[in-house]
């Protein structure tokens, strides 16, 4: 088949016609001829045909993906654990040994513990702030590596470049996780990863109003995802892609604007430790980041996620989600509204209490995904929910 049955990057074509994408919702479409229905329902001739194998919007949105990420080409699916569990679904087999990051998102994590090996793939964990680890884990055979940067929730940041030559050299195939911080953040294709997943519901939806995820990279791994999502109908649907295809224009402006307001509540919090009660403020943008020279050699800034860990813990954390007026009670991050969490309960709830010590999650750790709104309004809720 020469032409896929996914998103692809698209030359540029200057505004004619409607400025809005159109939705088209049909579920299937007639075709000419005997001949192009036998095509398209094997596979082999991309186009209208039945939603499941692809759609206008959904091709749309994925081009736009792989043009941001400079892939060959993108996957979209219905959620971000779609295109994860795809991923990995697709490229493992039974026999198959995976290394997956200790500190990785909370569903990806249970995925991989609790549902690969019912199919007979091996996995075992490592931490990807630490290159000897990982080295140790590829003195046998590997299929995949599994991990993100900046770490969710304890935002430290992984030598992107660093596990992706010990992954080639062992002949295994890295698949990242790139929703905390998607390009213009971070371009992680450039770095050598081989697949990036996206939860689009995140920043590249923006609004708090679609629940998308998308895979992007080479050929010969997508068309392996693909048809993973061909046959287990894990397509995303066409009104979800046009949302995604309408906060598309604003991601840069939206990114840059978290951003400085992350950078700003950060050193905010910061500065109010000795008073507040603030054991620890982490942000990658901060100037005492653990790995301060990795974010500087891999990002454009600090993301838009800060965290805070309480002296009296747990509890504090509680009543201080319990006492915030402006920000909301949430567990999602890359919207226009700023979100506060506890990762324990939300994010990572799937993980055992080992998962959760070995990722370096605290049970107090107070997770704050940076909206658009006032900084001053942001830090001043903070505060008087700390303070109470």
């Known amino acids: 088949m020469s032409e896929p049955l996914y998103g692809t990057p698209r030359a540029h074509q200057p505004p004619l016609g409607p400025l809005s994408p159109l939705i088209d919702r049909s579920s299937t479409t007639a075709q000419p001829d005997a001949e192009t229905l036998r095509a398209c329902g094997l596979a082999e001739q991309a186009g209208e045909f039945y939603q499941r194998l692809g759609h206008r919007n959904g091709r749309a949105f994925e081009s736009a993906v792989a043009a941001l990420e400079g892939a060959e080409g993108a996957v979209s699916f219905a959620s971000g654990m779609g295109a994860m569990s795809a ?120 609004h708090s109003d679609v629940l998308a995820g998308v895979v992007a990279g080479r050929r010969e791994h997508l068309d392996l995802i693909e048809g993973w999502r061909r046959r287990s109908g894990g397509i995303l649907a066409p009104d979800s892609a046009w949302l995604l295809q309408r906060s598309w224009p604003t991601l840069g402006l939206r990114v840059q604007a978290q951003q400085e307001n992350a950078l700003a509540l950060a050193r905010g919090l910061q500065a109010q430790r000795s008073a507040g009660g603030i054991v620890a403020v982490t942000y990658p943008g901060l100037e005492d980041h653990p790995d301060r020279a990795l974010v500087e050699r891999q990002m454009t800034g600090g993301g838009a996620v800060v965290t805070l860990e309480l002296a009296g813990g747990l509890p504090d954390v509680l009543r201080a989600l319990d006492r915030l007026q402006v920000i909301a009670r949430g567990a999602s991050l890359g919207g226009v509204e700023t979100l506060a969490t506890v990762p324990a309960f939300t994010t990572h709830a799937a993980c055992t209490p080992a998962q959760l010590e070995a990722a370096g999650i605290a049970p107090g750790l107070m997770r704050i995904a940076v909206g658009l709104e006032p900084v001053d309004e942001l830090l001043g809720d903070v505060l008087q929910a700390i303070r109470g």
Request: charge should be negative; hydrophobic fraction near 45%; proline fraction near 6%.
């Open 87 to 206: 991923a990995l679904g697709a490229l493992l087999s039974s026999g198959d040994r995976a290394l997956v990051a200790e500190q990785v998102y909370g569903g990806t994590s249970a995925f991989a513990t609790e549902d690969l090996p019912r199919f007979g793939v091996v996995v075992d964990r490592f931490s990807s702030v630490d290159l000897d680890a990982l080295r140790a884990q590829l003195q046998r055979p590997a299929k995949l590596v599994v991990f993100e940067s900046p770490t969710n929730p304890t935002l430290r940041v992984a030598d992107i470049g660093g596990v992706v030559e010990l992954a080639r050299s062992a002949g295994a195939v890295t698949v990242f996780d790139g929703t905390f911080s998607p390009p213009p953040i971070q371009r992680v294709l450039d770095l050598g990863v081989d697949l990036v997943v996206h939860s689009a519901t995140k920043f590249f939806g923006g």
